[in-house]
C-alpha cells in the first residue's frame, strides 16, 4: 500500500480531527506539511501533531513538493479557492462538507476535478450510509407518495472555544446547530389533509446554510 504525505489545509476543529484520525489510525499516512491564516495556530498544531512543517501561503502548501494529497479543511468561503489551487498543482483533493455553498458553487468544484482529471473527495459519509440509501431508494420506489420538502439537521455540542462557554448560547442549551444538512421533509397536500403532515411553523425552504455559530476551522 502506497504511503502518502499530506498537506492539511486547515488547524481547526476539523483539522485537529482529521489528523488525530490519520495520525492515530493511518499509521502509514501522515501529514506533512499544515496550513493556517495564522502563523501561531500553524506552530501550535504542527508541534501537537509532530508535523515537519507550517505555512501561512496557501499556496505554498499545496505546492510542496514533498506531499502527494491536499486535504480541504477550511472555512466554506475558501474551498473553492482552495481546490482550484490543488487542481493546478494536479494532486488529489478531498474536501470536507459542505463541498460548496450553493449547489452552483459545489458544481463548479466537481467539475473542475474531472475536468482536470485529479481524484476529487467528499468527507462525510452520512451521504452514503445505508439507512440514507434505503430511505432514497423508499422514496424513488414511489413508497411514500410525492416528496415535497425535505430537511434533515445535524447538531452537536460543538467546539470548545471560548465563545461555547462564555453565555452566548441562547437559552443556556448546549447543542449548536451547524447547519451542514439542511433538507426538509413534509408530507404531500393529501397526507397533510388527513393531519399527518409536520406543523407549516417548521416547513422552511431548502436551502444550504452557513453555521449558526461561526466556528473557527482553521
Same mark, same amino acid.
Given at each position: 500500500?502506497?504511503?502518502?504525505?499530506?498537506?492539511?489545509? *486547515?488547524?481547526?476543529?476539523?483539522?485537529?480531527?482529521?489528523?488525530?484520525?490519520?495520525?492515530?489510525?493511518?499509521?502509514?499516512?501522515? +501529514?506533512? +506539511?499544515?496550513?493556517?491564516?495564522?502563523?501561531?495556530? *500553524?506552530?501550535?498544531?504542527?508541534?501537537?501533531?509532530?508535523? $515537519?512543517?507550517?505555512?501561512?501561503?496557501?499556496?505554498?502548501?499545496?505546492?510542496?513538493?514533498?506531499?502527494?494529497?491536499?486535504?480541504?479543511g477550511?472555512?466554506?468561503?475558501?474551498?473553492?479557492?482552495?481546490?482550484?489551487?490543488? +487542481?493546478?498543482?494536479?494532486? $488529489?483533493?478531498?474536501?470536507?462538507?459542505?463541498?460548496?455553498?450553493?449547489?452552483?458553487?459545489?458544481r =463548479?468544484m466537481?467539475?473542475?476535478?474531472?475536468?482536470?482529471?485529479?481524484?476529487?473527495?467528499?468527507?462525510?459519509?452520512?451521504?452514503?450510509?445505508?439507512k440514507?440509501?434505503?430511505?432514497?431508494?423508499?422514496?424513488?420506489? *414511489?413508497?411514500?407518495?410525492?416528496?415535497?420538502? +425535505?430537511?434533515?439537521?445535524?447538531?452537536?455540542?460543538?467546539?470548545h472555544?471560548?465563545w461555547?462557554?462564555?453565555?452566548?448560547?441562547?437559552? *443556556?442549551?448546549?447543542?449548536?446547530?451547524?447547519?451542514?444538512?439542511?433538507?426538509?421533509?413534509?408530507?404531500?397536500?393529501?397526507? =397533510?389533509a388527513?393531519?399527518?403532515? =409536520?406543523?407549516?411553523?417548521?416547513?422552511?425552504r431548502?436551502?444550504?446554510?452557513?453555521?449558526?455559530?461561526?466556528? =473557527?476551522?482553521?
Amino acid at each position: 500500500m502506497q504511503q502518502h504525505a499530506i498537506t492539511m489545509l *486547515g488547524t481547526g476543529l476539523i483539522g485537529d480531527f482529521y489528523t488525530m484520525t490519520l495520525h492515530g489510525q493511518r499509521r502509514r499516512d501522515s +501529514v506533512r +506539511v499544515v496550513y493556517s491564516r495564522s502563523a501561531e495556530r *500553524g506552530q501550535a498544531f504542527r508541534e501537537r501533531w509532530g508535523i $515537519p512543517e507550517s505555512t501561512t501561503d496557501m499556496r505554498a502548501a499545496i505546492e510542496h513538493p514533498d506531499t502527494d494529497v491536499v486535504i480541504v479543511g477550511l472555512p466554506n468561503f475558501l474551498h473553492e479557492e482552495a481546490i482550484n489551487l490543488v +487542481v493546478a498543482a494536479g494532486k $488529489p483533493v478531498l474536501c470536507t462538507k459542505p463541498l460548496g455553498r450553493t449547489a452552483e458553487e459545489a458544481r =463548479r468544484m466537481l467539475d473542475t476535478v474531472e475536468r482536470a482529471g485529479v481524484f476529487g473527495g467528499y468527507l462525510e459519509d452520512l451521504c452514503y450510509t445505508p439507512k440514507t440509501l434505503k430511505a432514497l431508494k423508499a422514496v424513488q420506489g *414511489g413508497a411514500i407518495g410525492d416528496v415535497t420538502w +425535505v430537511r434533515s439537521r445535524e447538531t452537536h455540542p460543538g467546539p470548545h472555544s471560548a465563545w461555547f462557554w462564555d453565555g452566548r448560547l441562547t437559552g *443556556g442549551g448546549a447543542i449548536i446547530d451547524l447547519g451542514c444538512h439542511c433538507i426538509e421533509i413534509s408530507a404531500p397536500s393529501s397526507a =397533510r389533509a388527513t393531519g399527518r403532515s =409536520r406543523s407549516s411553523a417548521t416547513r422552511t425552504r431548502s436551502s444550504t446554510r452557513s453555521p449558526t455559530r461561526t466556528t =473557527r476551522w482553521d
